[in-house]
């Protein structure tokens, strides 16, 4: 079964500090590497995505950083804000013309304490 | 823009019971999907449907059904209820090249 492992599961970090969250995957076909975050009570919603045709993207406070060779990738969250406080979901998919079957990782519970 | 609707917002059932759940989305998007959310154990895909009356299976399709009848909808049956299926279920849309999904704001099932 096609995995994507995520971690850590909880993490805590000072307003203000990088909040680092990792994932890896197995399937080596996969081509699209998004993260979603959901606030309680809310439904998942898209916050980044990477292609492997870069190892970085970038979206104000937000990075991600794609390691093809190690098949790993991680969301940078810089000047961690208390509005910041979510869970984090990785995901993974190989893209087809008419669909992406995403594989999801178990998800990282953020805390942004003031 | 648009949106993805979810009926019901909650449903109790009991166990051994079929219950249906159903989803719309007014985005015209083509490839709908079933999802089932655990508590620590984030998002698995039950069935998905690249066009209508197209279906097919995710790693979670034992014991749930699924229809789609029209672009706009997609149905979730679950077919005999078990007390481990207390979750929230979430619908997906995504357009053509398909790479971001849009959710709606999830079923969210107690079995008794």
């Known amino acids: 079964q096609q995995q994507v492992r995520q971690s850590p599961q909880s993490l805590t970090v000072w307003e203000g500090e990088t909040a680092i969250l990792n994932c890896s995957y197995e399937?080596?076909?996969?081509?699209?590497f998004p993260w979603y975050h959901q606030f309680p009570g809310e439904s998942p919603a898209l916050l980044i995505a990477?292609?492997?045709?870069?190892n970085k993207k970038e979206d104000g406070r937000f990075t991600i950083f794609f390691n093809k060779r190690e098949k790993k990738f991680s969301l940078h969250i810089a000047d961690s804000q208390p509005g910041d406080s979510a869970t984090y979901f990785c995901?993974?998919?190989?893209?087809?013309?008419?669909?992406?079957?995403?594989?999801f990782g178990q998800g990282t519970s953020l805390s942004v304490v003031p | 823009g648009g949106i993805i609707t979810q009926t019901p917002k909650f449903l109790i059932g009991q166990e051994g019971q079929k219950l249906t759940l159903k989803c719309q989305q007014n985005?015209?998007?083509?490839?709908m999907y079933w999802y089932r959310q655990d508590s620590g154990k984030g998002l698995r895909l039950i069935y998905y449907?690249?066009?209508?009356?197209?279906?097919q299976k995710g790693d979670l399709s034992e014991g749930y059904d699924a229809s789609r009848e029209k672009k706009s909808s997609f149905s979730l049956t679950v077919t005999s209820a078990q007390k481990n299926e207390m979750a929230v279920f979430l619908c997906?849309?995504?357009?053509?090249?398909?790479?971001?999904?849009?959710f709606g704001p999830g079923t969210r099932l107690t079995v008794l």
């Open positions: 995901a993974a998919s190989l893209e087809s013309s008419s669909f992406s079957k995403l594989v």
């Open positions: 399937d080596s076909t996969f081509d699209y």
């Open positions: 997906a849309s995504s357009g053509l090249g398909g790479s971001e999904q849009y």
């Open positions: 985005f015209n998007h083509d490839t």
């Open positions: 449907s690249i066009t209508e009356n197209d279906l």
């Open positions: 990477i292609r492997p045709v870069s």
